[in-house]
């Protein structure tokens, strides 16, 4: 492996602006990487015959003297949801197998502006509906700590990529944790901002109300790094905030630098800190309540009543959103076409067969529950019901930040758990977001960032942050602040012990 993957982007976009070495190496390195354990961690559906291309065009730029965007050179995984015109866009579904959308997502487009280098689309849960990135409908994406487990999902592929150093950062999306909960169980970084601070145009659309799309990378300066990139007002996208951002990347930098939480009030959320957690993680997450107090945060109790009810309220929004967002897939507008082997060829027998075909079981589950909850009769029963839910929990993130900076919480109630054991269990599955759904449910931005080991398996845990709206700076600064003091007390960032793909895992200290 080179080391040019395993060097934070931060340190590679120094290189590059210093000339020391080239976009075109950078990208080769990160392409040989890919070449190397793909085999093994599955983490792409698509590797970009552009790259090197790109790459090359980048460094002739650089060579003619024409000032370039600081991150000019720097490669980037793309989860498989955002529309991309030089590459195939599935959200990880036979229905849109092989569809190159006809124009680019805008985060795509900045990413373009910014001189980054797509090296490919990464693997996902099907339209982004799942926590294991095991109902992609193409293959199954190994968590690059053991190959047996799951890398989290719905955005899987793309903390897979950045964990197994294939790529030093990633896009992805995030619906009710799906960039959060992989992040935690492959040991990176995952942010999730204040909906409406990143544009969801030319995002293939989950729950309208919910999905925002966000960064994945190895520590959270270059997570900093990459939002700053991609975010901003967009007037293609009706929700999107117009006010101007400041900078994420000079707030975790600084905090990095000198690491110092005092004065700062962290909440510990009552409902996400229970027996029912996995012994490592709840081990770990009061660590780093210690560590925090330490250095000078004062730990506060909080009792949000509702966020007991906040799966509940998340699987009546998010299906019935999704089964109006879904329904364009229907052999007519979009995507794939299967004529009924009985012959019928009226739109009804073949949407129904198209559908069939081109959809994977959770989607049809989430279909089903989504068209139900909408139906006359049961709208007010359920749906209207589920909205009054997400009210009070916004009520909730309200009066506690009233009192606190930041919540902070386990990312994920456990470790990554190994293929198929909760495959057939859509309950328990739909429970790994129990910690990250409520800040999609209230908007509210979300850093998760790995907080050590846990000693029963050996596997990453995560921490996360949340904040008001509007406040992902304090996010940054904080989460850079105690990503720091974590390094300083165990000698290491936990990204520096992945394995190498079917090698074993060292001892845990």
């Known amino acids: 492996m080179s080391e040019l993957t395993r060097l934070p982007a931060i340190e590679l976009q120094g290189l590059l602006n210093a000339g020391e070495v080239s976009a075109q190496e950078v990208t080769q390195a990160h392409l040989n990487r890919i070449a190397e354990v793909e085999d093994s961690v599955r983490a792409f559906l698509h590797v970009s015959e552009n790259a090197l291309a790109d790459a090359k065009s980048i460094d002739a730029r650089r060579a003619a003297g024409e000032s370039l965007p600081a991150t000019a050179g720097l490669p980037i995984a793309v989860k498989d949801v955002l529309c991309t015109t030089d590459m195939p866009t599935t959200a990880g579904s036979k229905i849109l197998e092989g569809w190159i959308p006809p124009y680019d997502a805008t985060v795509v487009t900045k990413y373009r502006a910014a001189g980054m280098v797509a090296l490919g689309k990464t693997n996902m849960d099907e339209f982004a509906m799942g926590s294991s990135t095991e109902h992609s409908g193409y293959q199954r ?54 909906y409406g601070g990143v544009s969801r145009y030319g995002v293939i659309a989950l729950a309208s109300s919910l999905d925002q799309v966000g960064p994945v990378a190895r520590s959270v300066i270059d997570t900093a790094l990459l939002h700053d990139a991609i975010s901003g007002h967009d007037p293609h996208d009706s929700t999107s905030i117009a006010s101007p951002w400041p900078s994420m990347l000079d707030a975790a930098v600084t905090a990095a630098a000198a690491p110092d939480l005092t004065g700062v009030k962290l909440g510990r959320v009552l409902q996400l800190d229970t027996e029912g957690f996995q012994p490592g993680v709840r081990q770990r997450f009061h660590q780093l309540l210690e560590l925090a107090s330490a250095h ?100 909730d993130f309200t009066k506690a930040f009233a009192q606190v900076d930041a919540l902070i919480t386990p990312t994920a109630p456990t470790t990554a758990f190994r293929f198929g054991e909760q495959l057939d269990d859509p309950l328990t599955m739909w429970a790994n977001d129990m910690t990250t759904i409520p800040a999609n449910l209230a908007g509210v931005p979300g850093l998760a960032l790995p907080m050590g080991l846990a000693p029963e398996d050996g596997l990453p845990v995560g921490a996360q942050l949340m904040a008001p709206v509007y406040e992902d700076q304090r996010l940054f600064r904080i989460g850079a602040a105690l990503e720091a003091l974590i390094v300083a007390r165990d000698g290491h960032h936990v990204s520096a012990l992945v394995p190498e793909p079917g090698q074993p895992r060292g001892a845990v200290g």
């Open 296 to 395: 000078g945060a004062e730990i506060i109790d909080i009792d949000a009543p509702h966020f007991d009810y906040a799966v509940s309220a998340y699987y009546l929004i998010l299906p019935a959103e999704a089964s109006s967002n879904l329904a364009k897939y229907d052999s007519v507008r979009f995507g794939l076409r299967v004529t009924p082997e009985n012959g019928q060829v009226t739109v009804e027998d073949v949407m129904a067969a198209t559908r069939e075909a081109g959809f994977g079981d959770e989607v049809k589950r989430r279909i089903i529950l989504g068209t139900y909850a909408l139906s006359a009769g049961y709208y007010d029963a359920y749906y209207g019901k589920a909205q009054k839910v997400r009210t009070l929990i916004q009520q």
């Open 141 to 194: 994406t190994a968590n690059p700590w053991d190959l047996e487990r799951i890398p989290g999902g719905s955005g899987g592929g793309s903390a897979a990529a950045v964990s197994a150093f294939e790529a030093p950062f990633a896009l992805g999306s995030d619906t009710g944790g799906s960039i959060r909960q992989p992040a935690a169980v492959t040991g990176t970084v995952g942010f999730k901002p204040t």
